[in-house]
């Protein structure tokens, strides 16, 4: 799959600030430096030159052009058109609602919950790559199986794509077992297409079976919010999804939501690629399925 490797390129579309996050955890730390700034200081950074963001972060020049380049932009300069973009695009609109406080009142935590999902739904769809997403669609009409990994609510995300490619006749199957997943990995092959699923990118027994894949050159689609991370690395194809979660972060609604809606566009791609017979198959699905509740 090393041909195929270029499709990883980022997609900038106006997303200038949600693509350094997604880099944020694995920068070198004076990179950080700058890009903390960066991303506090955006309408400032937008008409300073490189001399001058040097001096407020205290980082080389040469260390800003290294940044730039290691986030996908040929430079400085193309990365301030993004961002320019971006505050074009987004209004820098003030957010009406703050965090989740233990004192609110229901009536504030549904306005506040809402108001994330927004975010990082709107956020997610600017991050994802329509090259990308047609790319993969037609993969998956190559492809003898569907494979999706993942643990905890990531694991949530991968059941629900194994139903819905399953009721249009797409064989697709949820792994969430570490042991399963290592089994598979090791019979897989080029023909089959494995979507690795995990928000931090990190997850080892994920990256473990990953490892397995690539020996085995079975392409692989990660969805994670994290570009720079292990798994954002090791992919042949990297969909991004964004991700602040509440401060409940051990139940991942937001990211979770964020998976989801991934999920879903390439569901609903690859359904309208072959419009006639996904009806035939949703109706046969359907008629299986309510005999059983006559």
Not at 11 to 26: A, F
Not at 43 to 67: F, H, N, P, Q, R
Not at 195 to 209: C, D
């Amino acid at each position: 799959m090393s041909g195929e490797k270029d499709i990883k390129a980022f997609d900038y579309n106006n997303s200038g600030s949600l693509h350094i996050q997604s880099y944020l955890q694995d920068l070198k730390p004076a990179e950080q430096k700058v890009a903390d700034y960066i991303l506090k200081n955006v309408d400032e950074v937008i008409y300073a030159s490189i001399t001058s963001l040097s001096k407020e972060t205290g980082v080389s020049e040469a260390t800003i052009v290294k940044l730039c380049q290691r986030l996908g932009y040929s430079g400085y300069q193309e990365l301030k058109i993004m961002l320019a973009r971006e505050s074009q695009q987004q209004g820098r609109q003030e957010k009406i609602y703050g965090e989740i406080n233990p004192d609110d009142s229901l009536a504030q935590v549904k306005d506040k919950m809402f108001q994330k999902y927004q975010e990082v739904l709107g956020n997610t769809k600017s991050l994802l790559d329509g090259r990308k997403i047609a790319r993969i669609i037609e993969l998956i009409g190559k492809s003898q199986r569907l494979y999706f990994f993942g643990f905890g609510a990531s694991s949530l995300v991968a059941r629900d794509a194994e139903l819905k490619f399953t009721r249009i006749n797409i064989p697709a199957t949820a792994v969430d077992r570490v042991h399963d997943q290592k089994m598979l990995s090791a019979n897989l092959t080029e023909k089959d297409l494995v979507f690795a699923i995990s928000n931090s990118g990190r997850t080892r027994e994920i990256l473990e079976a990953v490892d397995i894949l690539q020996e085995n050159n079975c392409p692989v689609v990660a969805i994670t919010s994290q570009a720079g991370s292990p798994l954002g690395q090791r992919a042949d194809y990297l969909l991004l999804n964004s991700s602040k979660e509440t401060p409940f972060r051990g139940s991942a609604m937001a990211s979770r939501m964020a998976q989801m809606a991934v999920i879903d566009m390439i569901f609903l791609g690859t359904a309208l690629e072959n419009y006639e017979e996904t009806n035939r198959a949703l109706q046969r699905t359907h008629e299986a399925v309510q005999s059983s509740k006559d």
